[in-house]
C-alpha cells in the first residue's frame, strides 16, 4: 500500500496519499481528522450521504447546508460561519471553516463549481473538503480528477 500511495500523490500531484477502502471511510477519516466538534461545515444540500455521515460521526455541532450548487446561497451561510467563528472554541482557537461538496454529483451528474467555491473559501478563510468519488478516472488530465479539472491542485 506504501508504493500505491505513493504512485497515487505522484499521479494527483500531492504531497501525499492516503488509501481507503471506501470513499465512505475516507470522508469519516478525513471529516474527523481536520475537525472538532466546535469547528464548522457548509456543505452542498445534495452531498452524497457518507459526507453527511462523516460531519455527523465527526460530532460538528456547527452545520450549514446551502442550496445546491447555489453560490449566493453559499456565501450567505459563509457570513453565517464568519460571525460565528468569531466567538473562540473551549481552547482558546477560533473555529476553523470547512466548505464540503461532492466533485461530481452521482444523482445528476452535475460538477460543483470549484472555481467560485474556492474564491469564496479564500475571502472567507475556509478551508475546501472535494469528494471526487466520481470525477476521479473521468475528469482532468488522464483521469486525475475534477480539482485537476478546474486547474486547482495546490488550492483544495
Request: hydrophobic share 40%; charged share 25%.
Amino acid at each position: 500500500h506504501v508504493e500505491l500511495e505513493k504512485r497515487l500523490a505522484e499521479f494527483k500531484g500531492t504531497e501525499a496519499a492516503v488509501c481507503f477502502t471506501s470513499a465512505y471511510a475516507a470522508n469519516a477519516s478525513a471529516v474527523q481528522t481536520l475537525l472538532g466538534k466546535h469547528d464548522i461545515v457548509v456543505s452542498d444540500q445534495l452531498n452524497h450521504a457518507s459526507i453527511i455521515d462523516a460531519v455527523r460521526v465527526a460530532g460538528v455541532k456547527n452545520k450549514f447546508a446551502y442550496k445546491h450548487s447555489d453560490m449566493a446561497d453559499l456565501e450567505a451561510k459563509l457570513q453565517e460561519a464568519r460571525e460565528l467563528q468569531k466567538t473562540p472554541k473551549p481552547d482558546g482557537e477560533h473555529p476553523l471553516i470547512l466548505i464540503i461538496t461532492d466533485g461530481v454529483f452521482s444523482m445528476d451528474g452535475d460538477l460543483a463549481d470549484l472555481p467560485t467555491i474556492c474564491d469564496l473559501a479564500k475571502k472567507y478563510d475556509a478551508l475546501t473538503m472535494v469528494d471526487d468519488a466520481h470525477g476521479e478516472g473521468v475528469l482532468g488530465k488522464g483521469g486525475r480528477g475534477v480539482v485537476n479539472h478546474f486547474g486547482l491542485e495546490g488550492v483544495v
